[in-house]
């Protein structure tokens, strides 16, 4: 079934990374990693159940039609790829038996690319790949359509998505299927701009000609792409378009010559040759007329794309078909009196009534551009773009030193702002206004200064337009006192005034709104224009018109609240969801100011409101963004684009749904994992079934799903109800082991970890306990993935456990990491044991709380005297500590402690392990990290090298 798809390409960008569409329709649990072996295993499986023996018959004789684009070099391959044989004729094709296992090919193909393509640009491959005249080429010669496809994915990169999309279309379909090696060389030309050379295709004539000779139509293609480098996006677009599509099947030669004679320039050279002169000539004589156009990149180097603009004014068109020799000595006089400035006078000299004056009268023409330009500076690409109007242009020519006259005014009135004055008056409602009434717009700029551009923008207004048409002074006047009452935020008033209502009431009751203006710079000052900003919302305007102390008392007291950040805090009110709070219940909208400015991070917080996703978001749910800034105080845009992640947003807001006692600690750790997950295209790539398994799963299961998801036992369970049964039962380990930060570990240790729990303990491998702290607000933690990977594959099971507390510590050290009442609790003995949190000397951090209760610290040394520790470790076992300074020894640390039975003298926290153990303990004796573990011959813990952070090496555990 084919994807219905636009008709005119222009509106398909190249779709890149920004594509988002549901999944492709495979099986579910299908979605394989090709490099895991137990899928490799699965694979090698189909291909022996496939049929060894194919029966070929049939020929198909294809008559070779020779189209115009002439004779031929080999197909063009890029580098480092294989060269595909060429033929006149498709390869025959195969008669494949119904067997079962023929079925699988599309989807064995589709595993075979997937790992090539981004995740967004899968579900047009996967629709592309199950039409069926393109199936049964892959089920007829799946190793030949592999490696077709296979080029395909490669060579598109970041345009995959659109690549796939065209080839969904029947009459582009047909053609690949016809001549699928010729149009993977097609692709491996254009690359990720595949999809615009592809569009090409639906042409019928050039459909044809392709197919009748593609080795030919690749290699000019390969030549144009070639010459027009870096813009073969636009020298593609212009082809389609439909002036010059006929002349590129008719005169493909001529038109490969012209754009192989302008090089970078060849999209304004193509759009040129759409001038009704110069198409008529080529019409007549196509190969005189790209000789004679031709010859402007040469005579005009200095001009580049823009010697192109001179065409569109017939006379300029009609003198280089004409005369040539002529045409020369314009252009280098141009050069040579414009003082570098020619490029930028091409635009007014697109203008037919300025191409007659050079054409008449070349040295009073290039005068009055000379003086200018001058005038104008670094301004004059803009003052160009204004001259490049029919009636502008008329009148320069008819009174070149009035004309003048009136650009300096309006320069020297815009000051540094001239460049917006000229963009604004360039725009078509308002240049016609320049020539009717001169006089007006020439108070306006000057009485506006540097608000000159946003006056003139504000003109474009079909009211104030109007109404300027009929009564300049009055709108002229009326502008003028707006500029006075607003003082230093004018040019944002004026933009404002260009949305319809501000307008309407302008034009209706204009003492009203300069009354409430007035009020409003009286009362927030320099904060006045970012509450006019704020005013793009349509609902704000009208309250704050016919309400202004109300409105302006709210905005003082927001600009209160926000404190430094005032000036975010006043812009994001145009999102329709706080303006809505603003006027109906601003005592709330306060409230929720001050949660998000509490933190240190209240700027990044505001700030992403007011980008693109953050405002998507909270359009979205207001009362999610105000629950993640009280818990990521940093606002860190990393964590909250999650939230507008297809495939991770419905994990993160059913658990902001659930109680807060639940949101505070596992919303952290849960961002972070999806952090860490997100970046595994199982995860991205498979939306649906995310949201699927987040439906069936309580909000308290939830944060154990995005890397439990990517496990082999859940990729490995066949259908989505297998895998929410065995989600469940792992996030119900990881509770009764009080996981929180998945961001610390990884899918195959989560895997580890989950088995060692709840499957019985093999007497032949070694056993760890990991005990950390749950406390971990810099994520130092998150860093110790590379040891425990270490300890895996030494053949460790792994039980891993977080504490908030010593006293939990103690109490979980006793049965296995779970707790006392826990049926997962085990009794075999230890081979190693680490504890981990941030440390001193004297104690070892486990909870966010303060006081002793949330460290382990030496005082602890009468109850852990007297925990079973024969039973708890095995002979050989060590202890490591991952904490910083506990292993150190000198004069700063606290030695002293007496408990009753006794005294003792303990120098550090590793010394008290090592009395109530009588096992080897390894610790840090400064700040540091876990490098790495050095093993023995029998796989137990021989050496701990830790990180020296403030040396930049490592340093030798103590021991």
Request: aromatic letters at 6%; hydrophobic letters at 45%.
């Amino acid at each position: 079934m084919t994807t219905p798809v636009a008709r005119d390409f222009r509106s398909l960008p190249d779709l890149g990374g920004t594509l988002s569409a549901p999944r492709s329709p495979c099986a579910a649990g299908d979605d394989r990693d090709p490099g895991n072996r137990i899928h490799a295993s699965q694979y090698s499986k189909a291909d022996r159940m496939s049929p060894t023996m194919r029966i070929t018959g049939g020929i198909m004789i294809w008559l070779i039609v020779f189209g115009h684009w002439g004779i031929s070099d080999p197909a063009v391959c890029p580098a480092g790829e294989p060269a595909e044989t060429a033929t006149d004729s498709p390869p025959p094709a195969t008669v494949v038996s119904p067997a079962a296992a023929d079925t699988d090919a599309v989807r064995r193909l589709m595993d075979d690319i997937r790992p090539l393509m981004e995740p967004n640009h899968w579900p047009f491959a996967a629709a592309c790949l199950e039409r069926p005249d393109i199936a049964r080429l892959i089920r007829a010669d799946f190793s030949r359509m592999s490696t077709i496809w296979r080029r395909i994915s490669r060579a598109a990169t970041i345009g995959t998505g659109s690549t796939f999309l065209i080839l969904q279309e029947d009459a582009v379909a047909s053609v690949f299927c016809a001549r699928p090696e010729a149009v993977a060389d097609m692709v491996a030309i254009t690359g990720r701009h595949a999809f615009h050379a592809l569009v090409l295709l639906r042409d019928p004539v050039l459909a044809e000609q392709f197919t009748a000779r593609p080795d030919l139509f690749t290699r000019r293609l390969h030549r144009m792409v070639a010459a027009a480098t870096p813009n073969v996006r636009e020298v593609l677009h212009a082809c389609q378009n439909p002036l010059l599509r006929p002349l590129l099947t008719a005169q493909p030669a001529e038109i490969l010559r012209l754009v192989e004679c302008a090089g970078e320039t060849a999209p304004a050279a193509l759009a040129a040759l759409c001038q009704p002169e110069l198409q008529d000539a080529f019409h007549r004589n196509p190969s005189e007329t790209v000789t004679r156009l031709c010859r402007l990149p040469h005579a005009a180097n200095f001009l580049g794309e823009n010697v192109w603009r001179l065409m569109r004014s017939p006379p300029l068109a009609a003198l280089l078909l004409q005369a040539p020799e002529t045409m020369d000595l314009r252009l280098n006089r141009l050069d040579r009196e414009m003082d570098g400035r020619g490029a930028e006078a091409c635009i007014a000299l697109g203008n037919p009534s300025l191409g007659k004056w050079l054409v008449a009268n070349p040295d009073a023409c290039l005068g009055a551009l000379r003086q200018l330009t001058d005038i104008a500076g670094l301004d004059a690409p803009e003052l160009m773009s204004l001259l490049a109007h029919e009636s502008v242009g008329a009148s320069l020519v008819a009174d070149p030193p009035e004309f003048i006259e009136r650009v300096r005014r309006l320069s020297r009135a815009a000051g540094m702002d001239a460049d917006t004055a000229f963009t604004a008056l360039a725009a078509p409602e308002i240049a016609p206004l320049l020539v009717s009434h001169p006089s007006e717009c020439l108070a306006l700029a000057e009485e506006v200064g540097r608000a000159a551009g946003a006056a003139f923008d504000a003109l474009r207004n079909p009211l104030l337009n109007e109404s300027f048409r009929r009564d300049p002074a009055a709108v002229t006047d009326g502008l003028i006192q707006i500029r006075r009452v607003s003082e230093d935020h004018t040019a944002a008033v004026f933009e404002w005034l260009a949305a319809a209502e501000p307008a309407r009431r302008f034009l209706q009751d204009r003492q009203g709104l300069l009354y409430a203006l007035t009020l409003l710079h009286q009362a927030l000052g320099p904060r006045s224009g970012d509450v006019i900003r704020s005013l793009d919302n349509a609902q704000l305007t009208p309250f704050f018109l016919d309400n202004p102390r109300p409105a302006v008392y709210r905005w003082q007291r927001i600009a209160h609240r926000a404190g430094d950040y005032a000036s975010v805090a006043l812009g994001i009110l145009a999102e329709p969801e706080l303006a809505e709070l603003f006027i109906a219940d601003p005592d709330r909208l306060y409230d929720w100011i001050s949660r998000i400015v509490k933190g240190a991070g209240a700027g990044p917080a505001l700030q992403y409101l007011a980008e693109t996703s953050g405002r998507e978001l909270w359009r979205c749910e207001p009362a999610v963004y105000l629950q993640l800034a009280t818990v990521f105080r940093n606002m860190t845009p990393a964590a909250v684009e999650l939230l507008v992640s297809p495939p991770t947003a419905p994990l993160i807001r059913r658990v902001l749904a659930a109680e807060p006692s639940l949101t505070t600690d596992a919303l952290y750790g849960l961002v972070f994992s999806l952090r860490e997950a997100a970046r595994d295209p199982r995860l991205a790539g498979n939306a649906a079934e995310m949201t699927e398994l987040c439906r069936r799963l309580s909000p308290a299961e939830i944060p154990a799903l995005p890397l439990s998801y990517l496990t082999d036992s859940v990729t490995a369970a066949g259908t989505t109800a297998e895998k929410t049964a065995l989600l469940k039962d792992m996030a119900r380990v990881f509770d009764e082991l009080n996981l929180a930060n998945f961001q610390r570990y990884t899918p195959a240790l989560l895997e580890n970890v989950y088995g060692t729990v709840t499957r019985p303990p093999r007497a032949d491998q070694r056993l760890a306990l990991i005990m950390v702290s749950r406390n971990d607000p810099g994520e130092a933690f998150a860093e110790d993935k590379r040891t425990y990977r270490s300890l895996l594959d030494q053949g460790y099971n792994l039980i891993i456990c977080e504490s908030d507390s010593d006293r939990e510590l103690a109490e979980r050290l006793c049965h296995g990491g779970v707790r006392g009442d826990s049926p997962l609790a085990h009794t075999r003995r230890l081979d190693l044991l680490v504890i981990g949190g941030h440390g001193t000397a004297d104690a070892i951090n486990l909870g966010a709380g303060c006081g002793s209760g949330y460290d382990l610290d030496l005082s602890d040394f009468r109850w852990l005297r007297d925990l079973p520790w024969p039973d708890l470790l095995a002979p050989d076992a060590a202890v490591l500590l991952f904490s910083c300074f506990t292993g150190a020894d000198d004069v700063a640390a606290p030695r002293k402690y007496s408990p009753a039975g006794g005294e003792h003298d303990f120098a550090n926290i590793m010394e008290m392990f090592a009395r109530v153990t009588e096992r080897t303990v390894f610790a840090p004796r400064l700040a540091t990290g876990v490098g790495w573990l050095d093993f023995g011959p029998d796989g137990n813990v021989r050496q701990v090298h830790y990180w020296d952070l403030a040396a930049g090496n490592c340093s030798p555990g103590s021991r």
